[in-house]
């Protein structure tokens, strides 16, 4: 699986996007990207994946630049609520095991 | 919604114990995943298991065992604790090659 480096740290002032930056450089034809997040003291959750185009759910969009080299997480409407370490993974779909999660970037949103 | 429950939340067992942390997911997945999370050293995989009554070391399986007998459950098994096995216990579930959904983690501890 590739080797994604993400900002050790951000803010946001809540209410605001928040827009979460992964570089992928390495990043093969057939991976995706996934993200997930990890509030303090809980299970990581799944927030959003993609290949190449971008992506939308409830909870976020998922913008990958057109070389799939980077990619940007983006929670529209920040809540203090959306402080956690975010993860960005890049990994090949049809592996049945692991996802192996970095360092993150540990995001606060501020009142 | 996906469902993972682990069977605690906090624990707090003796070195030399024997220790059974259970995992459920309400989802019907194939795949079900140990993982335990250190501060710096992030998610390491300890076993998975692709169906029933089969499973797979991952990078750390020194010092566990699994088991798998039916679909929905689980185990992660400790079968002499010592004091390097403290840490956060996550269990996850999912489609083959598909995202994962974790529990709510338990926090082991061993004195």
């Known amino acids: 699986d590739a080797k994604t480096t993400q900002p050790t740290s951000m803010d946001c002032a809540e209410g605001r996007a928040a827009n979460l930056p992964c570089n992928h450089s390495?990043?093969?034809?057939?991976?995706?990207v996934y993200w997930y997040r990890q509030i303090h003291s809980q299970g990581p959750q799944y927030i959003i994946h993609?290949?190449?185009n971008n992506e939308t759910n409830e909870m976020a969009s998922l913008i990958i630049t057109e070389d799939r080299k980077s990619s940007t997480l983006i929670l529209p409407h920040a809540t203090l609520r959306d402080t956690a370490v975010y993860y960005c993974?890049?990994?090949?779909?049809?592996?049945?095991?692991?996802?192996?999660f970095g360092t993150g970037t540990s995001l606060t949103v501020i009142p | 919604d996906v469902k993972v429950t682990q069977s605690s939340r906090y624990l707090v067992k003796r070195t030399g114990e024997k220790v059974f942390l259970e995992c459920v997911q309400d989802?019907?997945?194939?795949?079900m995943f140990w993982y335990r999370q250190d501060p710096g050293l992030g998610l390491r995989l300890i076993y998975f298991s692709y169906d029933v009554k089969m499973k797979e070391k991952g990078d750390i399986p020194e010092g566990y065992s699994v088991s798998r007998e039916k679909k929905e459950r689980f185990s992660l098994i400790l079968e002499s604790a010592s004091t390097n096995q403290t840490s956060m216990y996550l269990c996850?579930?999912?489609?083959?090659?598909?995202?994962?959904?974790f529990g709510p983690g338990t926090r082991l501890t061993v004195l």
């Open positions: 993609g290949l190449k």
């Open positions: 989802m019907d997945h194939e795949n």
């Open positions: 993974i890049v990994r090949v779909a049809d592996t049945g095991n692991q996802f192996y």
């Open positions: 390495t990043i093969s034809g057939n991976e995706y």
């Open positions: 996850a579930s999912s489609i083959p090659g598909r995202e994962q959904f």
